[in-house]
């Protein structure tokens, strides 16, 4: 797949906006979605990310390679906002009366539940740290960028995304030892040994 150079990016053009919506879309759901657990909250995102960078694209650095990690830095700003709407939002959904009970689909969601339990499980988990180590974590560990990728996505240091990616897997580590709710049940039973053999491997 052609991939817009920065240059056209910075210049507005439309077309290489296009190609960047093309390849990188997909990247920033699959964040967002692990972020927040709902693939149409994260189609928002998706949507409200391009509209920024299609607002800042001046902001662009002229130098670099892959635009991944400033479409992810912009996606994490909107996931914060979102985030602090929707805690608005809860809170005054609780302060009205109880809706009606929802009938159970839960038959035909069989097929996903295996994956959306361990999401669910690993959100939980995640849920429990700092949020500048949440941020570290879901963009390395989940997004797959390098530590260079992920400074330059939150706008920090190098040297900071180590230490708070360093700080987020050992508190992990401990709340899985020390609550094993935090996993799904077919791993609970194995005393969370495939959750952390798996966070050692991310590592």
């Avoid at 560990?141 to 260079?148: F, I, K, N, Q, R």
Wanted: proline share 6%; hydrophobic share 45%.
């Amino acid at each position: 797949m052609d991939l817009p150079t920065r240059t056209q990016l910075r210049a507005g053009d439309r077309a290489a906006f296009g190609l960047l919506f093309d390849a990188f879309a997909s990247a920033v759901h699959r964040y967002a979605t692990r972020w927040t657990g709902d693939p149409s909250a994260a189609e928002d995102v998706v949507s409200l990310t391009f509209l920024e960078a299609w607002r800042l694209h001046e902001k662009l650095r002229p130098e670099g390679d892959s635009v991944l990690p400033w479409l992810l830095g912009i996606a994490t700003n909107v996931l914060r906002n979102t985030g602090r709407s929707a805690r608005r939002h809860r809170d005054a959904l609780q302060r009205m009366p109880a809706p009606p009970p929802v009938p159970d689909f839960a038959d035909e969601l069989v097929e996903r539940a295996h994956d959306a339990a361990r999401l669910a499980a690993a959100r939980r988990a995640i849920e429990r740290l700092r949020r500048a180590e949440r941020e570290v974590v879901l963009l390395c560990v989940w997004s797959g960028l390098d530590y260079a990728g992920a400074a330059e996505a939150l706008g920090v240091p190098v040297g900071t995304v180590r230490s708070r990616l360093s700080r987020a897997r050992e508190k992990l580590r401990k709340l899985v030892a020390a609550d094993p709710e935090l996993l799904p049940r077919s791993e609970t039973a194995t005393g969370g040994r495939a959750f952390a053999a798996r966070s050692n491997q991310k590592g």
